[in-house]
Nanobody, 124 residues
Framework: QVQLEESGGGLVQPGGSLRLSCSAS????????MGWFLQAPGMEPEYVSD????????DYADSVKGRFNISRDNARNTVYLQMNSLKPDDTAVYYC?????????????????WGQGTQVTVSS
């Protein structure tokens, strides 16, 4: 059974940084492209970023490009999201995703497994 466990969320002031981690079990982690989505209250999930199985290819939503960085450590079965220059609009629950397609995707329907989510709140 696939399990994805996020950590690292919390309350941060505008302009601050957070690093999210997602630890995977129950899968051969290095076979999967991974990603992050966010969901604000009352909104549909939104794509944030994805990374291919090898870590050599990444993609970002325009809203986070230049501020967020996705990476992975296949030896630790972990994917990370470094979030810098955070804004109040970044406030949301952030979900880790393991894709069921070989490449990453911006489409929630391409996600095979989801984590439980971690809350990120950006506020002064």
């Amino acid at each position: 059974q696939v399990q994805l466990e996020e950590s690292g969320g919390g309350l941060v002031q505008p302009g601050g940084s957070l690093r999210l981690s997602c630890s995977a079990s129950g899968i051969t982690f290095s076979n999967y492209s991974m990603g992050w989505f966010l969901q604000a209250p009352g909104m549909e999930p939104e794509y944030v970023s994805d990374i291919n199985w090898r870590g050599s290819g990444t993609d970002y939503a325009d809203s986070v490009k230049g501020r967020f960085n996705i990476s992975r450590d296949n030896a630790r079965n972990t994917v990370y999201l470094q979030m810098n220059s955070l804004k109040p609009d970044d406030t949301a629950v952030y979900y880790c995703a393991a894709f069921k397609v070989s490449l990453g995707s911006r489409v929630t329907g391409d996600v095979g497994s989801w984590g439980q989510g971690t809350q990120v709140t950006v506020s002064s």
